[in-house]
């Protein structure tokens, strides 16, 4: 069975600081996404890395994968309060279906 | 270009009862996945529909189900309705499979 797991499950930083969330998932994929979901709402496509190394930014947002390590990060430069929200990476091996971790609520304090 | 709706927004309904859940694709999407996303979760894959047959189930009971149509327009059925059921329901569409794209999900509550 596939398993997503994020770390930090929750965090709490200060604007301006940078920061890093973690995402190990148990099986082979080439397909790793990111979302972000704002309190009562639905999900905001962040990133979609499709290889090995892949490397996307936007804003002060960047998000790798490292499918030999399982591995996916997304960094937050100098956060600031906006981002406030919680972070879901999620997994689809077979091109099917989404597995997701349980999320990383983050709150970006003044 | 019209993205992902889904209706009703919110509903409350009792132990027992069955509830229906409706998704209207994005234009040209023929894939739709449902997921339920309970209170502080992430969102759980339910099963996807490929030009009308179901393409994937996840681990849910029998008492779930779906269909869509030849628009490509789902529904989410539950019968028997428990209160764990209360959830944020979310319908995904997708062309090419590689990127989903999310409604605005429905709140149901079992009260």
């Known amino acids: 069975e596939l398993k997503v797991e994020q770390n930090p499950l929750f965090l709490s930083m200060q604007e301006g600081k940078n920061y890093t969330i973690y995402c190990n998932y148990s099986t082979t994929s080439d397909r790793l996404y990111w979302y972000r979901q704002d309190p009562g709402k639905s999900l905001e496509s962040l990133f979609v890395l499709l290889s090995n190394g892949a490397v996307k930014q936007e804003g002060r947002l960047m998000a790798s994968l490292d499918t030999k390590a399982r591995l996916s990060t997304l960094h937050i430069t100098a956060a600031v309060h906006d981002l406030s929200a919680t972070y879901f990476c999620a997994v689809d091996p077979s091109g099917s279906r989404l597995t997701f971790g349980e999320g990383t609520q983050l709150t970006v304090n003044p | 270009e019209t993205g992902v709706t889904q209706s009703p927004t919110h509903l409350i309904k009792t132990r027992g009862q069955q509830v229906t859940l409706r998704c209207s694709s994005q234009?040209?999407?023929?894939?739709v996945s449902w997921y339920q996303q309970a209170l502080g979760q992430g969102p759980q894959f339910i099963f996807q529909y490929y030009r009308e047959e179901e393409n994937g189930r996840g681990n849910f009971p029998p008492r779930f189900s779906g269909l869509q149509f030849p628009n490509y327009s789902s529904e989410l059925n539950v019968n028997a309705l428990e209160l764990d059921d209360s959830a944020l329901y979310l319908c995904?569409?997708?062309?090419?499979?590689?990127?989903?794209?999310f409604g605005p999900g429905t709140r149901l509550t079992v009260l």
């Open positions: 995904a569409s997708s062309l090419t499979g590689v990127e989903q794209f």
């Open positions: 234009s040209g999407h023929n894939t």
